[in-house]
Each structure stands twice: as C-alpha cells, then as structure tokens.
C-alpha cells in the first residue's frame, strides 16, 4: 500500500475547503429564504477576479478579497432582480450561473499563464509538529482555517445572535417577520451578498491554491455540489462540515485507490464521492427546508 | 413610420442579410474549427487554435477562420457543427475524439460542406480523418521517465479510455521498463480531457504515493503546477510545449503541429482537389514534436532519448516492435514483429506488466 493516510486526510481538508465555503455562504442564505441557484456563476467569477487582483498586486490575500468582492457584487444583480423586482428565483439562480460562467471566460482572456504567487502554509511552533496530528491540521493555508471560523460563526449567529434569529424569521415566515416590523428585504439582500462574498472567496481558493491557476470552466461544478450539500445537511452548519469533507475525502480517496490500481472499476470510485455523500447525508437527515424558501416577498403583501 | 412598415422594413433587412451572406462567402474559403475546450487552455485546443491561426497567415485574405470553443461532445456537438455548416463554411474540422459521430451524421446532411474529424476512425466520402502518432513521442517520455525516477513509481493521469490513450501509456511503459526494469506504473483516470482542478488532484495524489515522474495525458497545465509545488517531480508537456514550466518540473514535452496538414487541406479545398482520406503522421513529418528536453536531464540521458527520437524519425525503430505480451500473458507481437496500424488504431489492451484495468 503507497496510500499513507496522514498525506490523505491533509488532502481532504484542501479539497473540500472551495465546497465548504461556497455552502456556508448558501446555507445563510436559504435560512433567509432565498434560493439562488447561481453559486457556480458567482464562484468562477470569484475564481477568475481572484486570479487577476492577487496577480496585478502580487499578494495572494488581496485576491482572495477582490474575489469575495466580486461575489458579492454579482450576487446584487441576483438580489435587485429577485427583492425588487420579484423575479423568480430560480429562473434569476440559472441565469446568473450562465452569465457567471460567461463574464469570467471574458475577463480571463489572457489571464492564462503559470502562478508563482505563493500562500503560506500556517507553521506555529509546538503545534504544527505534533506529530500526525500537526500533520493533518495544522499545516495547511490560512483560508482552510477562515472556512472553519465562518461555519463555527454562522452557528453562532443563527442560533444565539438577534440578528440571526431575524435571519431564521425572515426565511420561516416572511409576512410573519414583516409584520413584526423586520425588513425582509434588507435582511434577505444582506444575506445574499454574504452568500456571493462566500462564493467568490471558495472559487479563488481554486484559481490561488487548489489547482493555482486560471482556466475557463475551472469550478468544474464545485457550485452544485456546494448547493446540494446545504440541502443534504438539512441547513444545519455542522452537518456541513461533514458534508463537505465526506465529499472531498472520498474525492480523494478515489483518485488514490485508482494510483493504487485496486481491482474495482474505475467507474465506480469515480461515482463514489457523490454516492457517498448522498447516502450519509439523507441518513442522518433531520431538519426540513425554512418555510419561505424560493418565495417572493413583497412588503405590500 | 406606421408599425408595419417598420417590420416590414427590419424584415427586408434581415432578409438581405442573410441572402447577402453565402454571396460573400463564395470569394472567401470558409473554414471552421470545433474545439473542444476553450482557446487558452494551454494544451491540446490551444495548440490546435495555433494552427489554425497560421494557416490563415499562409493564407491571407483568401481564408475566413470561424471557430466555436468548448462544445461539449455528445448530440450538444451536433447541433454546433450543424450551425457552422449552415453558415456557410467549406471545410470544418471537429478537433476531438468524441466529435466523431457527430460530425459523421452532419456530414450526411451537408454532402458540398468537408468535413475533417481528429484522433477518429469513421471516415466517408466528405469526411477525412487525421491523427498524430503520438506513441512516438511517449516512447521518447517513457525512456526519460525510466532514467529520471528514483523511486521507481511513475505516475500516470489518463483521460478517457480510448486506444489513443492506452497506446500511449503502453508505449511509455514499455520504454521506461526497458532502461528500468524496476519501474512500476500508477495510473488516475479522470474522464475528462480538461479539468484542471481534477488534474490537480490526481497529479497531487500520485506525487503523494511516492510518484517523482508524473505523465499527462490531459490538457492544462495543473499537474505542472502541482509538481513545482512538491519540488523533486518531473513532468512533460502535454500537446503544448508548456516551457513556462522548464527546466524543473517539466523536462520535455509532446508538441502538436497541425498548421502543415491545415494549410494543406485548407489548399486541397481552394483547388478543388479534396478528396476524403486517413491520415496519420508522426516524428517524420513533423507533426509530432518532441519539445526541448531540459538541462534538469543529465546529458547522457539526454542523448539516448533524442538518440530513440532520431531512430524513431529516420523510421529505423518502432516503438511497438516485438516481443510484446498483452497484460494477461498472451502473445501479441512475436520477436521483431512490427505491430501493424490496424492493431495500434483498434488498441484497447495494456501489455504486460501495467497494472489495473482499463475502464470500458
């Protein structure tokens, strides 16, 4: 066996790390009612403006901010269109990732090219060199670190934050919330510029450190997965989690099973991260879907 | 203007142009390109968007160059090699195995319109086929990857399971076992022929498993990246020269060079002198170019490799030359057979030694 399992569960934690994050950023914005199905068109253009600003300015990190950036400005497009002018969802969802998926094929012509700009892995004394452990947690680049943060601060702004328990009210019930004097509108159109902040930042980790380079398509459907995880983990933050590196482990591990020329078709271990996430997901499956969620608010209503 | 006349108007000018169209074409040769992934890819669609560019630098004014990027294979393909027929174009050359049926049930339908289909077998009275021989060039890789390995595991990303692929990884097998009898090859199929985040991962996962000599037969330049990441790994360009990545990881690389079979047949079509055919071509030609093998090669590696080249080219050697068994055991090549070109055309076996299945 070549496979040494420390080398694959740091793996994991990269792999899953543009999933996570693109999720966290939907699952707030579900809780507040709203589907916007546009996640892969707001990741590849956070991909693509990622790879050009930590170029132009040499600095990785300032990428990853002109991505967030240019996440959450598409993501306004989706919130005038679906908060004032009462489109539908997931028509307004489609289309964004198809005009997503466009905009950045053309801002990346000539954006090709090989990447030198390096992201600093985290090295803290004592703690990095624990051994296996350290490994496997504590060696990897500052955004797997910021993921884990915005999923533990999600649930702590759902469940314990006023404004949170606005959020949750707003999407269970959007004439209830309103009624109580809540702005709906505001509400939801906050939550989805952080859900298009989230996604930009999960497709530059792609474009800067996952691959780290710039090539159309590159998402590669990061985005539906990250939806379809949020739905499978029941809008809950933690299930995410598990969610995502179930995901991203089997990803991994399929591709070194095949290194390792295991007798089970190729076919197979291909499907299995999605089988697989699918499967653990429905099962230990509980909450259900906020009761406004996809519909259109109008405070004349 | 009264609303009707206003249509009416718009009608008549869209009329004219798309009268006015064909009429135009008939002065310029049109000629289209189907590609598969977009034109910055980096590799196999970039280099074949190369190609085209130069030859309508050959051509002048002569030629008018109409080419969609990233049509996705499969009946979506049909639908887009229809479209550029139906615009006028005189010859289009669809630039991906999977465009092969496709493109031959369109060319039933436009029998005036050539058509010129890459790396397939179907062929018919407007529809030529052509490919590289690139198990040549894997050959030249193959040797490379023996020598350079020190742990003795090469590792392999495949895209999809065609015998185009499996030539090529018997073929650098079968020469990286011949000048070290130790190697072990690790093989990741993706599927894909593009998917650099895929790429990434897979050439990250067999540089994991102890692989220090990673080869690709996919088309970004991921796995390049990847490899500088880990430090100690070589790689090879793939389709492109990738030099931007020399002389660490990359040490050499398979080029593709359409632009002389382009300019050719784009000739053929201008003359009224096309006439459908197969074409596979390798080193001789040129249309197969081994890139610049890099100082991170010790020299006398070095010319072995383009000793093997020089033979290759000169027709001296061929890469599939007996005693060649098939993975199960079987005979396949006796002592000094030469495989013929409906057998390498048809592969769809590993030889002996390569481990794991091929996908089907």
Same mark, same amino acid.
């Given at each position: 066996m070549d496979i040494n399992p420390i080398l694959l569960l740091a793996a994991l934690m990269v792999a899953s790390t543009p999933i996570l994050l693109a999720a966290i950023g939907e699952l707030v914005v579900e809780r507040a009612g709203v589907l916007n199905l546009g996640v892969e068109g707001m990741m590849i253009t956070g991909a693509v403006c990622g790879y050009i600003v930590g170029h132009g300015t040499e600095n990785p990190y300032f990428g990853f901010v002109g991505a967030a950036f240019a996440g959450a400005a598409l993501s306004f497009v989706f919130a005038a269109l679906t908060q004032f002018l009462l489109t539908n969802q997931v028509a307004t969802g489609l289309g964004l990732t198809m005009f997503g998926l466009g905009l950045a094929s053309l801002i990346g012509q000539g954006a090709t090219g090989s990447s030198d700009l390096i992201v600093g892995k985290l090295n803290l004394p004592i703690i990095s060199d624990i051994p296996v452990i350290g490994r496997i947690l504590f060696q990897h680049d500052p955004i797997v670190y910021v993921s884990l943060l915005l999923v533990a601060g999600t649930w702590w702004f759902l469940s314990k934050s006023r404004a949170g328990l606005i959020l949750r009210a707003v999407g269970e019930n959007h004439d209830a919330a309103h009624a109580l004097g809540y702005n709906v509108r505001l509400m939801r159109v906050l939550a989805i510029l952080f859900g298009g902040a989230c996604a930009g930042l999960a497709g530059s980790y792609i474009s800067l450190v996952r691959v780290p380079q710039w090539i159309d398509g590159i998402t590669s459907g990061a985005g539906w997965i990250a939806l379809a995880i949020v739905v499978f983990a029941s809008w809950n933050p933690w299930r995410l989690i598990a969610g995502a590196y179930l995901f991203g482990g089997v990803t991994v591990l399929q591709l070194n099973l095949q290194a390792e020329g295991l007798k089970i078709p190729t076919e197979y271990l291909s499907m299995a991260p999605y089988l697989a996430t699918i499967l653990v997901l429905v099962v230990i499956r509980a909450g259900r879907a906020p009761g406004s969620l996809g519909k259109s608010f109008h405070p004349s209503s | 203007?009264?609303?009707?006349?206003?249509?009416? %108007?718009?009608?008549?000018?869209?009329?004219?142009?798309?009268?006015?169209?064909?009429?135009?074409?008939?002065?310029?040769?049109?000629?289209?390109?189907?590609?598969?992934?977009?034109?910055?890819?980096?590799?196999?669609?970039?280099?074949?968007?190369?190609?085209?560019?130069?030859?309508? *630098?050959?051509?002048?004014?002569?030629?008018?160059?109409?080419?969609?990027?990233? =049509?996705?294979?499969?009946?979506?393909?049909?639908? $887009?090699?229809?479209?550029?027929? &139906?615009?006028? +174009?005189?010859? /289009?050359?669809? %630039?991906?195995?999977?465009?092969?049926?496709?493109?031959?049930?369109?060319?039933?339908?436009?029998?005036?319109?050539?058509?010129?289909?890459? %790396?397939?077998?179907?062929?018919?009275?407007? =529809? !030529?086929?052509? !490919?590289?021989?690139?198990?040549?060039? &894997?050959? /030249?890789?193959? %040797?490379?990857?023996? &020598?350079?390995?020190?742990?003795?595991?090469?590792?392999? /990303?495949?895209?999809?399971?065609?015998?185009? =692929?499996?030539?090529?990884?018997?073929?650098?097998?079968?020469?990286?076992?011949?000048?070290?009898? @130790?190697?072990?090859?690790?093989?990741?199929? /993706?599927? *894909?022929?593009?998917?650099?985040?895929?790429?990434?991962?897979?050439?990250?996962?067999?540089?994991?498993?102890?692989?220090?000599?990673?080869?690709?037969?996919?088309?970004?330049?991921?796995?390049?990246?990847?490899?500088?990441?880990?430090?100690?790994?070589?790689?090879?360009?793939? +389709?492109?020269?990738?030099?931007?990545?020399?002389?660490?990881?990359?040490?050499? !690389?398979?080029?593709?060079?359409? $632009?002389?079979?382009?300019?050719? &047949?784009?000739?053929?079509?201008?003359?009224?002198?096309?006439?459908? =055919?197969?074409?596979? @071509?390798?080193i001789a030609p040129g249309m197969v170019g081994i890139g610049e093998i890099s100082d991170a090669v010790p020299a006398d590696v070095k010319a072995e490799a383009e000793a093997l080249r020089d033979a290759i080219a000169a027709g001296e050697y061929h890469p599939f030359t007996g005693p060649i068994n098939k993975q199960d055991g079987t005979p396949w090549l006796a002592e000094g057979e030469i495989a013929n070109d409906g057998d390498l055309a048809g592969m769809f076996f590993f030889v002996e030694g390569v481990e794991g299945d091929i996908p089907s």
């Open positions: - | 203007m009264k609303r009707r006349t206003l249509l009416a %108007t718009g009608a008549g000018a869209a009329m004219a142009a798309a009268l006015g169209l064909p009429a135009r074409a008939q002065d310029k040769t049109k000629v289209g390109f189907i590609y598969v992934g977009p034109i910055n890819d980096g590799g196999w669609t970039q280099h074949h968007h190369h190609s085209a560019l130069e030859m309508v *630098e050959h051509f002048g004014d002569a030629v008018e160059l109409v080419y969609q990027e990233s =049509v996705p294979e499969g009946p979506d393909a049909e639908r $887009a090699i229809t479209q550029m027929a &139906r615009g006028g +174009a005189d010859i /289009i050359f669809t %630039t991906s195995f999977g465009f092969m049926d496709p493109t031959v049930n369109v060319a039933a339908n436009f029998p005036d319109v050539k058509f010129e289909h890459a %790396t397939g077998y179907k062929q018919a009275d407007n =529809v !030529s086929v052509y !490919s590289a021989r690139f198990y040549e060039g &894997r050959a /030249i890789q193959g %040797t490379l990857a023996g &020598r350079m390995t020190k742990t003795n595991k090469i590792g392999y /990303i495949a895209s999809v399971p065609i015998p185009e =692929v499996i030539r090529g990884i018997n073929s650098a097998y079968l020469h990286a076992k011949k000048v070290n009898p @130790d190697v072990e090859f690790k093989i990741i199929w /993706i599927f *894909e022929w593009l998917n650099p985040a895929k790429e990434a991962d897979a050439a990250k996962a067999l540089i994991e498993q102890g692989c220090d000599v990673v080869l690709q037969h996919t088309d970004s330049t991921a796995p390049h990246q990847a490899a500088k990441e880990a430090g100690n790994v070589y790689t090879f360009g793939q +389709a492109a020269d990738m030099a931007e990545y020399g002389p660490m990881p990359r040490i050499s !690389s398979i080029i593709d060079n359409w $632009a002389p079979y382009y300019i050719e &047949r784009v000739q053929a079509v201008i003359d009224g002198t096309w006439t459908s =055919v197969n074409t596979w @071509d390798g």
